[in-house]
């Protein structure tokens, strides 16, 4: 079974404070994604990475940065949190080299900036 | 949301009937993956597809890649059922980055 996981689950910061939310997957995948999901515009790609040390922007970068470390992590990074990046925060994984793309999600991180 | 619209928005069905949620593309789309949100948030994965049908207990779901468009149908629809369901076109010669319709929320009645 995938097993994608995200902390914290729930976080709450000020404006102007940093943020780092964790993601950690086992599928022993190579690529990674953030998303964010907000009433209105499903979900959207922040940042993606194809395997350790590797980061690339995605649809909405602005505001934010991703780190690979490891295979299996991959951080995404509010250097200065604003209130428009409330938002519920999911991470996936996906690609295990088999030609295969499926993507599974972790349980999300509800993010609230105040 | 533009790229990957899905129809109807919301819907209500009665315990044991049957429905079709549809996913029209406007993007060569190479793969077509279904999703439910339960109630708690989480994203649970119900279908991934090429071109063609798979079929998984009471929920079939079909990709035409040729008409751009993907439908997913529910047979004799449970409480459980109820939820939002998502479906995502993984592009063609992309990043194998996925772009999600707004959703269909669906709320099954006893």
């Known amino acids: 079974e995938a097993a994608v996981t995200q902390s914290p689950r729930n976080k709450v910061a000020v404006t102007g404070g940093k943020v780092t939310l964790s993601c950690n997957q086992t599928n022993n995948h190579n690529n990674m994604y953030w998303y964010r999901q907000d009433t209105g515009h499903g979900l959207r790609l922040i940042h993606y990475?194809?395997?350790?040390?590797?980061?690339e922007k995605g649809d909405i970068p602005d505001g934010y940065k991703a780190s690979r470390p490891s295979q299996e992590n991959f951080s995404l990074i509010l250097e200065l949190a604003t209130p428009s990046q409330t938002s519920v925060y999911f991470c996936?994984?996906?690609?295990?080299?088999?030609?295969?793309?499926?993507?599974?999600f972790g349980p999300g991180t509800r993010l609230t900036v105040l | 949301g533009d790229q990957v619209k899905q129809s109807p928005s919301a819907l209500s069905l009665q315990e044991g009937t049957n429905s079709a949620l549809r996913c029209n593309f406007s993007?060569?789309?190479?793969?077509v993956q279904w999703f439910l949100q339960n109630p708690r948030g989480s994203l649970m994965n119900l279908f991934y597809l090429v071109p063609g049908t798979k079929e998984n207990g009471r929920l079939k779901s079909t990709f035409n890649s040729k008409e751009s468009y993907s439908t997913l149908h529910i047979r004799d629809a449970q409480l459980e059922d109820s939820g939002t369901y998502f479906c995502a076109a993984d592009l063609t010669g992309n990043t194998r980055k996925l772009i999600f319709g707004l959703g269909t929320t669906l709320q099954v009645q006893p």
């Open positions: 990475s194809y395997g350790a040390g590797s980061t």
């Open positions: 996936a994984s996906g690609d295990a080299g088999t030609g295969l793309y499926e993507q599974y």
């Open positions: 993007i060569a789309t190479t793969t």
